[in-house]
């Protein structure tokens, strides 16, 4: 089975830089995945890591440590419009294919003046 | 422009009817996803499918079954709603990286 942990809530200040983790364990991992999601709208793509180390994609990066189970997305120059929720989800390699997808909770980001 | 396309956006049924939400994907993508979104829980898997008439169980499968005849077409069946099925419905679509997720399906059973 898979099990994924992300906080619940985060508050920023615009400009900053916010970095949101997400731990996992699970049976067989093949690749880790963050999306954005607005409210009322379905969830965006934002990075994907199957390797350890760090993915940069404009203002968000994404790291990812496979010994330790635990990834960070990295959000810089916040901006009001980054306010959302941002989902962690791990794919598992052992089940349907290899294609199983599984979400965490999600961390509803909040960006203040 | 890739595309998953959920048949309905909004949907009220009553309790005891057979209800079918279909999803149809234009990016021929071997693996789709059913899933259900509620407050505090998140993205729950309720079935997915990684090849025509291939399914497997998500997490949450029970009350839910699904048909997958053709490649672009998976179809979430509730055999019989209960108002605890009352929720945010999304589907998923799935290459060899990211998902595309349609626009979700607001079902309430009543």
């Known amino acids: 089975g898979q099990n994924i942990d992300q906080p619940t809530e985060m508050t920023a200040t615009e400009g900053a830089i916010v970095q949101i983790n997400c731990t996992y364990q699970?049976?067989?991992?093949?690749?880790l995945f963050w999306y954005q999601q607005h409210a009322g709208e379905a969830p965006t793509f934002l990075s994907y890591n199957v390797l350890d180390g760090l993915e940069e994609k404009g203002r968000f990066s994404s790291f990812l440590s496979r010994s330790k189970g635990y990834s960070y997305l990295l959000l810089k120059e916040l901006q009001m419009k980054d306010s959302a929720s941002y989902l962690c989800?791990?794919?598992?390699?052992?089940?349907?294919?290899?294609?199983?997808?599984?979400f965490g909770t999600g961390t509803q980001l909040k960006v203040e003046l | 422009d890739v595309k998953v396309t959920q048949s309905s956006r909004y949907l009220v049924k009553r309790t005891g009817e057979k209800v079918f939400l279909e999803c149809v994907q234009d990016m021929d993508h071997e693996n789709m996803f059913w899933y259900r979104q509620d407050p505090g829980l998140g993205l729950r898997l309720i079935y997915f499918?990684?090849?025509?008439?291939?399914?497997e169980k998500g997490d949450i499968p029970e009350g839910y079954s699904v048909s997958r005849e053709k490649k672009e077409r998976f179809s979430l069946i509730l055999e019989s709603a209960s108002t605890n099925q009352t929720s945010m419905y999304l589907c998923a679509s799935k290459g060899n990286t990211e998902a595309f997720f349609g626009q979700g399906t607001r079902l309430t059973v009543v």
């Open positions: 499918s990684y090849d025509v008439k291939m399914k």
């Open positions: 699970t049976s067989g991992f093949n690749g």
């Open positions: 989800a791990v794919r598992d390699g052992l089940t349907g294919g290899g294609n199983k997808l599984t």
